[in-house]
């Protein structure tokens, strides 16, 4: 029985060789080259599923092993994906890395922006001279020739703006000229209709039932002036009432500010 077990395991062994056998043949005839993918749907695709293979690998190792990975990705985007191990940063991870390795991954850096910060300052300081000097300030500093650009330059500015002092005031008087001769075309229109109400006392009188006759309202440089003409419509009760001819006294102006 033992003997039997020992060929069945023998048998068993010898199929397991044959199989791995094939299957690196097989492996040899499929390999994937490793280059550079061209078709650009294929390379996303074969980037997201590396990278979470990837990601699961250094989640496992974590648990496991109770490791400290920190995993930082660039796409061919320019999109970023990380990982990082659970109560840790990345910040930490490159902290301990320095105290590791000795090597200073942040003095670079550091003095980068410690010069980007003199140059910033620098040009402050220069535009505030540059105002100071503008309102009459900070001259000794300044020799003859500088002395004359600045002169130069800040009658080019008085120029500029006394160009754009004219022109705006040349844009208020046409405004004002406008409003003026519609003002003016109210009062001819005005003037107008007190004529014809004069020569004729039924012109624009309506008789609806109420207590007078007409109602005329006007703009008058900013306020609403109502002229009413008091007359009593009741005369069409007495055929033998005479009309009383309009006139302008019969017109009485009210003033409403708004």
């Known amino acids: 029985f033992l003997l039997y077990l020992f060929v069945l395991s023998s048998k068993s062994i010898s199929s397991t060789k044959g199989q791995k ?6 492996m040899a005839r499929g390999k994937i080259q490793i280059k550079r993918i061209e078709n650009q749907t294929n390379r996303q695709v074969t980037y997201s599923k590396r990278r979470n293979g990837l990601f699961k690998k250094a989640h496992e190792l974590t648990v496991l092993c109770d490791a400290r990975i920190s995993i930082i990705m660039f796409s061919s985007s ?16 490159i902290d301990l890395y320095q105290t590791v390795s000795d090597v200073d991954v942040w003095s670079t850096q550091y003095e980068r922006m410690q010069e980007t910060k003199r140059k910033l300052l620098e040009t402050n300081r220069n535009l505030r001279t540059q105002i100071k000097q503008r309102l009459g300030e900070c001259l000794d500093e300044l020799d003859i020739q500088e002395l004359r650009s600045l002169e130069d330059e800040m009658e080019n500015t008085c120029k500029l703006v006394r160009e ?5 005031l040349g844009n208020q008087i046409e405004t004002t000229k406008k409003k003026s001769k519609s003002q003016q075309d109210i009062q001819k229109n005005l003037i107008h209709e007190l004529e014809l109400r004069a020569e004729d006392p039924h012109y624009g009188l309506v008789d609806n039932g109420g207590d007078y006759d007409s109602v005329l309202g006007y703009q008058i440089e900013g306020s609403r002036a109502y002229a009413l003409r008091f007359h009593q419509n009741h005369h069409h009760h007495y055929p033998n009432h005479a009309l009383h001819a309009a ?11 708004e």
């Open 164 to 168: 754009r002092k004219i022109k705006s």
């Open 78 to 93: 320019n999109k970023l994906h990380e990982y990082i191990s659970p109560n840790t940063t990345t910040k930490e991870i």
């Open 247 to 257: 006139s302008a006294s019969d017109i009485i102006t009210f003033h409403l500010l």
């Open 21 to 26: 056998i094939n299957r690196k043949k097989n």
